[in-house]
């Protein structure tokens, strides 16, 4: 039960020891100093690439086990059109170019646009990448991290850590998310069998 020994323990505690897990990943420290470095607006890494590192750590798989890309998050609203943010997508793409898995980079400005076509409901237009994080399916994937230009990390994670270093993906029914809840829950468990999934 060693992959537990954080689980239940104060949010300072996990702060740290996701800190310690996330600078000692090659994969997710080179993701961040790159988005660092494109320097878009709000920017964070959220996700899967930080939830997955953590896993990955606490039950010996090797670095970059189970991350299909990297979610790159920033916000601007001055600009609201596809075009806008293909342009930055692009320029994304050739920041960081040779560098797997795929980055895949979206403008949280912009979601409530095309989340009803998608999904075939709506969704609140956010007002920071971070405001996003509290509707994803599942509290456990709901955590986003920048890095500071003194190498210091901002975490930014609405439900907590616990979920992730309990390996317990709990759903958020703030919206009606049932399917992308099961459906990633699923997954894990193939990935991860420690993991445990809280029915909707």
């Not at 299909?68 to 930055?88: M, P």
């Not at 509707?135 to 609405?158: C, I, K, N, Q, W």
């Not at 029914?173 to 990935?191: C, P, S, V």
């Amino acid at each position: 039960m060693d992959h537990l020994r954080f689980s239940g323990l104060g949010f300072e505690t996990q702060h740290a020891a996701l800190i310690a897990i996330l600078k000692a990943d090659p994969l997710t420290w080179q993701a961040l100093r790159s988005a660092r470095n494109l320097d878009l607006p709000d920017w964070m890494i959220v996700s899967g690439a930080i939830y997955n590192t953590v896993w990955n750590s606490l039950t010996g798989k090797p670095s970059g086990y189970g991350i299909k890309d990297i979610d790159l998050f920033y916000f601007d609203g001055s600009d609201l059109s596809w075009e806008a943010e293909d342009v930055v997508i692009e320029a994304g793409e050739r920041h960081f170019a040779g560098t797997p898995p795929a980055v895949e980079i979206r403008n949280q400005a912009r979601v409530h646009l095309w989340y009803p076509e998608r999904f075939g409901r709506s969704c609140p237009a956010y007002r920071s990448s971070a405001e996003s994080l509290g509707y994803f399916a599942s509290r456990t994937h709901a955590v986003g991290v920048r890095l500071r230009h003194d190498d210091t990390m901002e975490v930014t994670a609405p439900f907590g850590l616990d979920d992730i270093f309990s390996l317990r993906v709990t759903p958020n029914r703030i919206i009606d998310n049932r399917a992308t809840h099961e459906e990633k829950g699923a997954r894990a468990q193939r990935q991860w069998p420690e993991i445990a999934v809280v029915p909707w």
